[in-house]
């Protein structure tokens, strides 16, 4: 793998512990289908009306997720080893920028200005599994997708990653790891694993 210039973390589960948003409870409150991802569930429904009463409930579930949030092991140490570095940093969520901004409240040495890019389902393009996120992260980080290793505790994360051209690594938290159809190029543990892998 070449060396790479550029980090774009996923947040939820990856920058934060994944016990913060309760899935299942998300899905009941919006109806969603077991196995449909949320936010295409959302903008699939017929009416403007039923897409707004939605996503009104998904912000707030997301914004009462974020003030419980904590962040993960190692998540302020790594950043801030790889900023040491110079490596540019980047988030790139499926979730809201006021969700991230708020949870992001939660770290004690970590704050959205240690990050070169932000990129929230706000953001043009569509959301991961899509590799626009990835794409927008790095013409405004003035890379290409090559130089830049996404990080991720999901599949999205992964297909994401892959589909721009870039490294993937897939941090399982301490769980048995998934198999995917597009396999990540690392798999970590924990963010600590990233250190051997960027040279930090």
């Given at each position: ?52 009463e939605k996503h009104r409930i998904l912000d707030d579930f997301e914004m009462e997720a974020a003030r419980l949030s904590v962040p993960n092991e190692g998540a ?125």
């Amino acid at each position: 793998m070449p060396g790479f210039r550029a980090v774009l973390f996923d947040f939820d589960g990856t920058l934060t512990k994944p016990e913060a948003l309760d899935f299942a409870r998300l899905r009941s409150l919006l109806r969603c289908p077991e196995g449909q991802p949320i936010l295409e569930f959302i903008e699939a429904l017929p009416t403007a009306e039923e897409r707004r009463e939605k996503h009104r409930i998904l912000d707030d579930f997301e914004m009462e997720a974020a003030r419980l949030s904590v962040p993960n092991e190692g998540a302020e140490e790594v950043v801030g080893l790889l900023k040491a570095e110079g490596i540019r940093l980047g988030i790139v969520s499926r979730n809201s920028r006021a969700s991230v901004l708020e949870a992001m409240k939660r770290f004690r040495a970590l704050g959205p200005d240690d990050f070169n890019v932000i990129v929230s389902r706000e953001s043009p393009g569509r959301p991961k599994p899509h590799p626009d996120p990835v794409h927008y992260a790095a013409g405004l980080l003035g890379l290409e997708p090559r130089e830049i290793l996404v990080v991720g505790d999901f599949v999205f994360d992964i297909m994401a990653a892959k589909a721009a051209g870039s490294g993937a690594a897939y941090l399982t938290n301490g769980r048995p790891p998934r198999e995917m159809e597009t396999p990540p190029d690392f798999t970590i543990t924990s963010l600590l694993d990233l250190r051997p892998i960027l040279g930090v």
